[in-house]
Nanobody, 119 residues
Framework: VQLQASGGGEVQAGGSLRLSCKAS????????VGWYRQPPGKQREMVAV???????VYADSVKGRFTISRDSDKNTEYLQMNNVKPEDTAVYYC??????????????WGQGTLVTVSS
């Protein structure tokens, strides 16, 4: 399975951006998807995840501004980013974790897409 992230770029504070992440290959039906980010000089952190039970969790810093979604037919997950702030500047990574009996858990990461928010 390969994850291809896209949609990053430069945006002014208060603007919007939508990130996409398409999975190629065969994923197991039991899976969770998410977005993580790594700001300059900092560690990677969770932004938003959709769990195996479809529970959605957001980091406090993005609640009310970012929306995670998925289109299973297109094998694509999205991150809609609204009212962005300079502190949202980071490399954004998509993630997919799937599970199958007899195989176990697999963990896949996209290559990262840079989002730069100017004030």
């Amino acid at each position: 399975v390969q994850l291809q992230a896209s949609g990053g770029g430069e945006v002014q504070a208060g603007g919007s951006l939508r990130l996409s992440c398409k999975a190629s290959g065969t994923t197991f039906s039991i899976n969770a998807v998410g977005w993580y980010r790594q700001p300059p000089g900092k560690q990677r952190e969770m932004v938003a995840v959709v769990s195996i039970g479809d529970t959605i969790v957001y980091a406090d810093s993005v609640k009310g501004r970012f929306t995670i979604s998925r289109d299973s037919d297109k094998n694509t997950e999205y991150l809609q980013m609204n009212n962005v702030k300079p502190e949202d500047t980071a490399v954004y990574y998509c993630n997919l974790v799937d599970y199958a009996s007899g195989v176990g858990t697999r963990d896949f990461w996209g290559q990262g897409t840079l989002v730069t928010v100017s004030s």
